[in-house]
């Protein structure tokens, strides 16, 4: 879907993207993560076909951004860290307005509004002014201006800045609905806990290089990564869930054991129920905690040693 060769970027006075190289699957959701300052907006811009790169190449669906940047603007939505909305309008007007600027017809853009409403939670709120809605709401309209047109990939940076923790969950199961129906996204953020719940695969950006020089696989889109813990030790835990099916054992010891779980709500239940039977005294047996953030930062330790030895020789 997403394809990135040797990009590189300059500003007058730096060099922003050193030669990065990438490519992003359909239908997934992408976490492109980094400090303040490390080459993520701009990227990010790249991507969007905003800005024109000094050399390499990038590919969205299959279009160069060099040859055809109108044509990817109409398949692609994209949403800044700093968005602007007509506060003196409805909801419906602002949405209409964007599916006008899209392309969109006059006989169509009433049933494009009403599907973009429906898809980010504001039918209720079709004849509100955007003055008049919230924090969350306002940036569920901005996502709502973004996708008026149906693309096939949305890029958000920095969607989560200045949400309570129930709009960030509310903007977490958002996005999730919207890879499901089909798009591919690719979310910037520098603060990890707000990608955890709903990424598949972490860029990781530093001073404009990719580091490990490419995308990380978090999880497989059908697999959840769970931990139990138990409070008595039984040698055999390890064993036992190995023997399961639809498990894939990470990591284990007498205490606990972490695995990726292949199965639904009523199966994790049942295994839930085998271990209780088999008399495992289970403390906890919950999703394994702050996943991107230890991938995180294992890359990047990972990444500085490697440049550590690389200056040493």
Not at 17 to 38: C, E, K, M, W
Not at 276 to 283: H, K, N
């Amino acid at each position: 879907m997403i394809e990135v060769k040797n990009l590189v970027y300059e500003y007058p006075t730096k060099r922003a993207l050193h030669g990065v190289s990438f490519s992003v699957q359909p239908r997934t959701i992408t976490a492109l993560v980094g400090p303040n300052g490390a080459g993520k907006t701009t990227l990010l811009r790249c991507l969007a076909a905003l800005e024109m790169p000094y050399d390499g190449e990038v590919w969205i669906d299959g279009l160069d951004t060099r040859v055809s940047p109108r044509a990817i603007h109409a398949s692609l939505g994209y949403l800044p860290d700093f968005f602007g909305l007509y506060d003196a309008l409805s909801v419906k007007r602002c949405l209409y307005y964007s599916a006008r600027v899209h392309g969109i017809d006059t006989q169509n853009a009433d049933a494009a509004v009403a599907k973009a409403a429906e898809r980010v939670g504001l039918s209720d709120r079709i004849n509100s002014l955007a003055a008049e809605l919230s924090r969350g709401l306002r940036q569920r309209l901005a996502i709502g201006q973004s996708i008026v047109h149906e693309p096939r990939v949305l890029m958000l940076d920095e969607p989560a800045s200045g949400l309570d923790p129930s709009a960030r969950r509310e903007l977490s199961q958002l996005l999730v609905s919207l890879k499901d129906q089909g798009m591919t996204l690719v979310v910037s953020s520098h603060i990890l806990s707000e990608l955890e719940d709903y990424s598949s695969e972490m860029i990781i950006i530093d001073d404009g290089h990719i580091v490990g020089g490419s995308a990380v696989k978090l999880r497989e889109a059908s697999r959840t990564t769970i931990r139990v813990e138990l409070s008595t030790p039984r040698e055999n835990l390890a064993d036992f869930l190995a023997a399961q099916a639809g498990v894939e054992l990470i990591g284990s010891d007498s205490n606990s054991a972490s695995f990726r779980f292949l199965g639904d709500a009523d199966a994790r239940v049942r295994l839930l129920r085998i271990l209780a039977a088999e008399g495992f005294e289970i403390l906890s047996f919950a999703d394994a905690p702050r996943q991107l953030e230890e991938t995180y930062f294992s890359e990047v330790k990972n990444h500085l040693a490697g440049k550590a030895g690389g200056e040493k020789q």
